[in-house]
């Protein structure tokens, strides 16, 4: 369940990941992308803005191999990645199989969203 004190568009958010659709804002004025979600556009300042879907696809910006688990039972080493969308936008996900022996910059890879309640899902990438 999604809490109550969460911004109003990050529940719209990964409400819509649990649907099945990464989606991202878009600047109806300038038709930039955008993600955090938030109520203006930083490019332009225009409050206009609508949810568009995102292709799932991009390529790998930047990296961690994390060997420390951060609570008991979480599987080590494990990869979290920057990745930048066909879309342009960059979101900081997991990196689900990853060999980290195996990764380079500009890897494409592909959206999975993984279940974390009933009404939210959090998007996690693999190697495509």
Known sequence: MLSKEMDPLAVEFYAACARGRLHFQRCDACRTWRHLPRHTCAACGSAAWSWEPSSGRGRLFS???THQAS???LATPYVVAVVETDEGVR???GLLDADP?????????AVELVP?????????FRIA
């Open 91 to 93: 979101l900081a996900a």
């Open 63 to 65: 990296w961690t191999v």
């Open 101 to 109: 022996a195996a990764l380079r910059l500009e890897l494409p890879v």
């Open 71 to 73: 609570m008991p039972g």
């Open 116 to 124: 974390v309640s009933e009404t939210a899902s959090v998007p996690f």
